[in-house]
């Protein structure tokens, strides 16, 4: 274990909170969680999501926003 300044963000995120970053409800991450389509993991009960794979997402989304030229239509 390394001793240090902890990290400002956690590790492991809530489902609302993931669903601030995703700009979804906390509903629609939970159905996304069930449904595999966003990894999580049970604590006390609770849905948790790594940081990482949320930013995994991002990013992959955001790769996915950037569409090559379309030939032109004239």
């Known amino acids: 274990m390394t001793k240090g ?3 400002d963000k956690p590790t ?3 489902a609302d909170e993931v669903a601030s970053e995703l700009r979804l409800t906390g509903h629609c991450v ?3 969680a069930a449904k595999g389509q966003i ?3 049970r604590i ?3 849905l948790r999501f ?3 794979v949320v930013e995994d ?3 992959a989304s955001r ?3 950037e569409v090559a030229p379309s030939e032109s239509r004239d």
């Open 5 to 7: 300044k902890p990290s």
């Open 12 to 14: 492991l995120l809530t």
């Open 30 to 32: 939970r159905k996304l």
């Open 39 to 41: 990894p999580s993991v």
């Open 44 to 46: 006390g009960g609770s």
């Open 50 to 52: 790594h940081r990482l």
């Open 57 to 59: 997402i991002i990013a």
């Open 63 to 65: 790769g996915a926003d």
